[in-house]
């Protein structure tokens, strides 16, 4: 059975630096797109950043372009997400979900994935 485990999440101050990572389970992982999406309380879920299977290719969010940074690693089943310059708006619960996919393609679309993590909390204080 396919699984999404993050971890990484914390407190924090505005400023600093965090790094999420995603460990799947269950599947072929090279064989996946990823992707990490958030959630802040009141809020829709919104993208934040997808990568390609190989990770060659990676789209980020507006708001999050040049500061966070989305990498994988296949051989140890795992996506990463680097979070620096953090502002309070980043608060959120992040998750990471992944899509079967042949074409090599990043996705940016909630509905275009497969599956879900349970999600980490990244708390920004100022």
């Known amino acids: 059975q396919e699984q999404l485990v993050e971890s990484g999440g914390g407190l924090v101050q505005a400023g600093d630096t965090l790094r999420l990572s995603c460990a799947a389970s269950?599947?072929?992982?090279?064989?996946?797109?990823m992707g990490w999406f958030r959630q802040a309380p009141g809020k829709e879920r919104e993208f934040v950043a997808g990568?390609?299977?190989?990770?060659?290719?990676?789209h980020y969010a507006d708001s999050v372009k040049g500061r966070f940074t989305i990498s994988r690693d296949n051989a140890k089943n795992t996506v990463y997400l680097q979070m620096n310059s953090l502002k309070l708006d980043d608060a959120a619960v992040y998750s990471c979900?992944?899509?079967?996919?042949?074409?090599?393609?990043?996705?940016?679309?909630?509905?275009?994935?497969?599956?879900w993590g349970q999600g980490t909390q990244v708390t920004v204080s100022s």
């Open positions: 990568i390609s299977r190989s990770g060659d290719r990676t």
């Open positions: 269950g599947l072929t992982f090279s064989n996946y797109a």
């Open positions: 979900a992944a899509r079967l996919d042949y074409t090599g393609s990043y996705y940016y679309k909630e509905v275009s994935y497969d599956f």
